[in-house]
């Protein structure tokens, strides 16, 4: 008999190779830099998302996957312990990649008795793509306290999960602002009659943290009186931002020349600069060109760039720094996509230069049109705009594609870019007719 054919002799067993532990810990010390570089990327005013994701983003999620494969001895001599780390990204990498392997219990609970860890791990909550924490995460909102009771409110509208029944349930008449507002959030990625008397409430709020989630909310469901309410607001109104921003993308000529008004107003002047960019209007051009040629303007950044991304002027060789900076703003510790603040930078610009290229330029742009890059804004402009802009523009963008498709289409802008990526190519396959169009003109719920 065939002696490695005999009943007794012992069958072959596969050995798994020895983990190499300091592979393992670089693995965990890189993960923990890339997640704050790339936090960092999402507010970048030059990196696009095609060079987020083939940056450090690809970098991240190798060194995570790294960490993954090894598995429960990684997890228990790794991992866990990282948890206590006063590194964000090291707390943040560590808890994505439990999370991965299965230890939502662990994460959850942490992140509840942690204070001074939790934005840290609300971050690895917001990006884990199992899709099995999201029942995990509804289950837990109703034994909350209502602080964290927003927070984890924010992360299942981050994750895009349907929280409605819960809403309903929740104690608002005298909740805190921060449970209010993010329940308006959460109602942006539910059916609409979701918190429908609380939002039409809501849009009238005084405290802006509140009003501005019910606006936000009101506009992705064609609500008249969210629209109102930012005609309102915009030149009247305590943080202006949201609703400058919406008249800008949405609002006719008058709504416009309105913003442009506001420019002599020095409180205003900044705020109704950055939402002028996002017009794409040539009287917004103009109005940007004007400040410009004011003597040192404390904004001629601003003015430049509102000037440039409606245009299309290259603005390499238009201003001097006055001073080095770090061009990259820090990171914020949102999970959800906020509207950044105008960008300053101290630069000195060559405004005779900038008054030449657009003498020769301005003839191609029309009153009535709408430009971003100096080419017509179209539906399909806005799409490429979301991948080619600076990852500091695209929450302005993606909130008029999330509310001209009526909440179909929300793309978290600090989400996977991945995940990114897939969100705009279904909206290319929906029927974007409002994108031309001004908000007047379809708010009727």
């Known amino acids: 008999m065939n002696e490695t054919l005999s009943p007794s002799s012992p069958r072959a067993v596969t050995r798994r190779p020895p983990l190499l532990w300091d592979v393992l810990a670089e693995h965990l010390e890189e993960a923990s830099f890339l997640w704050t570089q790339r936090e960092r990327a999402m507010g970048s005013p030059e990196d696009t998302l095609p060079e987020v994701?083939?940056?450090?983003?690809?970098?991240?999620?190798?060194?995570?996957?790294?960490?993954?494969?090894?598995?429960?001895?990684?997890?228990?001599?790794?991992?866990?312990?990282?948890?206590?780390?006063e590194e964000p990204g090291c707390v943040s990498s560590a808890a994505f990649v439990l999370l991965a392997s299965g230890e939502q219990a662990l994460v959850l609970e942490r992140w509840v008795e942690d204070a001074e860890r939790r934005p840290w791990l609300r971050h690895a909550l917001a990006l884990?793509?199992?899709?099995?924490?999201?029942?995990?995460?509804?289950?837990?909102?109703?034994?909350?306290?209502?602080?964290?009771q927003a927070?984890?409110?924010?992360?299942?509208?981050?994750?895009?999960?349907?929280?409605g029944p819960l809403l309903e349930r929740l104690t608002l008449a005298d909740s805190e602002p921060a449970l209010l507002a993010a329940a308006f959030r959460a109602a942006r990625v539910t059916q609409p009659p979701v918190l429908a008397t609380w939002l039409r409430k809501g849009v009238e709020d005084v405290r802006p943290l509140v009003r501005d989630a019910a606006i936000e909310a009101g506009l992705l469901r064609g609500l008249r009186a969210a629209w109102q309410s930012c005609r309102g607001l915009a030149t009247e109104g305590a943080a202006p931002r949201l609703a400058m921003l919406a008249l800008a993308v949405g609002g006719a000529p008058a709504d416009v020349e309105e913003l442009v008004r506001a420019l002599d107003r020095p409180e205003l002047r900044a705020e109704a600069l950055w939402a002028l960019g996002f017009s794409g209007r040539l009287a917004a051009a103009d109005a940007a060109l004007a400040v410009l040629k004011e003597p040192a303007p404390e904004v001629a950044w601003l003015a430049l760039r509102t000037f440039s991304v409606i245009t299309g002027l290259s603005t390499e060789d238009v201003f001097t720094r006055e001073e080095d900076e770090d061009d990259v703003a820090p990171p914020s510790g949102a999970v959800s996509s906020c509207l950044p603040p105008p960008e300053h930078r101290p630069v000195q610009v060559h405004v005779a230069q900038v008054e030449r290229w657009w003498a020769r330029a301005r003839d191609r742009f029309k009153p009535d049109g709408r430009y971003r890059d100096g080419v017509p804004w179209t539906p399909e402009a806005l799409l490429q705009a979301l991948h080619l802009a600076p990852m500091r523009h695209r929450p302005a963008l993606a909130f008029e594609l999330a509310v001209r498709s009526r909440g179909a289409?929300?793309?978290?802008?600090?989400?996977?870019?991945?995940?990114?990526?897939?969100?705009?190519?279904?909206?290319?396959?929906?029927?974007l007719e409002r994108l031309t169009r001004g908000f007047d003109g379809w708010m009727n719920a």
């Open 151 to 163: 927070e984890l409110l924010d992360v299942l509208a981050f994750r895009h999960v349907d929280a």
């Open 128 to 148: 884990c793509e199992r899709p099995e924490l999201d029942a995990a995460l509804l289950e837990l909102l109703p034994r909350l306290a209502p602080a964290l």
């Open 409 to 431: 289409c929300q793309v978290e802008t600090r989400s996977w870019c991945g995940h990114q990526r897939a969100r705009l190519r279904a909206a290319g396959a929906l029927s």
């Open 53 to 85: 994701e083939a940056g450090d983003e690809a970098r991240l999620r190798a060194h995570l996957d790294g960490l993954r494969v090894g598995g429960p001895p990684v997890a228990l001599r790794l991992l866990r312990p990282a948890l206590e780390s």
